[in-house]
């Protein structure tokens, strides 16, 4: 397999999958609590079909990373 001068495989993809959520709720004035999740997932594949059944099937099975920040903030006084 031939390789290029930036060292990836011509014959090769990559395959990601990005997603965020932020919720934010604000309980009092000036007091809010603030939920962020975030999903990743990227794989290369080394031998890509060329259908779509192929690219899209294995997407969920590849490996993945998830985050999760919890912020709050509690205004005090007037």
Not at 2 to 26: F, H, I, K, M, Q
Not at 45 to 69: A, C, E, I, K, Y
Request: with cysteine; proline share 6%; glycine share 10%.
């Amino acid at each position: 397999m031939p390789v290029d001068w930036l060292g990836a495989s011509p014959d090769a993809a990559e395959r990601t999958l990005n997603g965020n959520v932020v919720l934010r709720w604000e309980y009092r004035p000036g007091s809010f609590f603030t939920l962020v999740c975030n999903h990743q997932r990227d794989t290369t594949l080394l031998d890509p079909t060329r259908d779509l059944r192929g690219t899209f099937g294995g997407l969920f099975g590849d490996p993945s990373s998830n985050v999760f920040l919890i912020k709050t903030s509690v205004r005090i006084g007037v």
